[in-house]
């Protein structure tokens, strides 16, 4: 086998590991499995890591299993958390399964057929049927409560000034311990992975599958390894954005945008996060730092990393359509700004202050000072708009304009759209109804 271990430490996926985790690895084809929480319909770009340890796992002649909560969904998962986690409806949580697998099913194919073809689960199956006695009596017996009340997750919540944990949300490391059980009886699951945050958890996993496997030496064996949670150079929450969390799903996230998060991502994280997020090898990786450090200001890396993980999460046409939009807005002109869709267009200028006018307004021509100033209130008064267009400040369409140049239905961008300028950076959009 090849050393997949290797692999990940080296792109910095590693944080904690059990001991023999590596040596069974690089024994034989090993089924391993990650699990997903559907705390929604969807999963932002902080998922992307487990995601792509699956497929690296896929990669490297392994068995990936991915675990979708349907079961503990219903309980949320307490570790990072202070406060106890509201609880989903039925139906919120049958929706937010059903995306989860739709979305997992991108990233690996679940219909192939070979001995370590991908397979997609929900613990909902086996635990829809256990009875609590049944649960107490089977599985409670074997963990101690001193045992749980150790994990960090716990002792954590019981530390703080809130209230406290609930039984509900205590019983969730056992649930999650009973799947690693589970799989391990059907599968030959031999070891779980996920965020360091989740270590807890994990290792309560292999601590059950040894104990109920007590009678077995070879069926008592269970392994874990963590990676570490994502952050920013900064300081700052990772998968974030302006707009709030960055999604793997076009619906909540468009591809432009995506495109942009990862863009915009600084030198020293671009570094990082080129080994974490994309699937080319340690010399491509050597080399693209290397170019950057010569020529900073080119963005090479940012370019390279933007381009793989959105071809990886949405779609070539995607990637090209973003890139296009991405040109359009610093390009010179308006060439490529008028290829644009309406949905693209307003991607494009998200956030910039925008004014609706009626096509009334343009039959007998609007002019400057009204545009940026009496009809809008871009700017604070007719004086200011004025001023700036005496300066030659204003651009309408990225073309300077004076005071005098009056705007008509032919200078509309896609038949609904003027696009405003104050300086390099002060853009405005009038939108015509």
Known sequence: MK??????RWRGLVHDMMPGTEEQLLKESTTAYIGFDPTSDSLHIGSLVPI???????????????????????IGDPSGKSDERNLLDEATLTKNVNGIRNLLSRFLDFDATDENAPILVNNYDWMKEFSFIAFARDVGKRITVNYMMAKDSVKKRFESDGAGMSFTEFTYQLIQGYDFYHLNKEYNCLLQMGGSDQWGNITTGTELVRRMNVDSEERSKAYAMTCPLITKADGSKFGKSEGGNVWLTADKTSPYKFYQFWLNTSDIDAEKYIKIFTFLDKETIEALIAEHH????????????????????????????????????????????????????????????????????????????????????FLASNGEARRELKQNAISLNKEKVKEDRIITKEDLINNQFLLLQKGKKNYYVIRIK
């Open 3 to 8: 050393n997949l271990v290797e692999e990940l």
């Open 52 to 74: 792509i340890l699956l497929r690296h796992l896929r990669n490297f002649g392994h068995r990936p299993i991915a675990l979708v909560g349907g079961a503990t969904g219903m």
């Open 294 to 377: 010569e020529a900073p200001h080119l963005r090479v890396l940012q370019k390279r990393l933007a381009a793989e993980v959105t071809l990886f999460v949405h779609s070539k046409e995607d990637l090209d359509n973003a890139i296009a939009a991405s040109g359009a807005f610093f390009s010179p002109n308006m060439d490529e700004l008028k290829k644009l869709d309406e949905k693209t267009f307003l991607e494009v200028f998200d956030g910039v202050p925008m004014a609706e006018l009626s096509m009334v307004d343009l039959e007998e021509g609007l002019d400057m000072i009204a545009a940026m100033a009496a009809k809008t209130n």
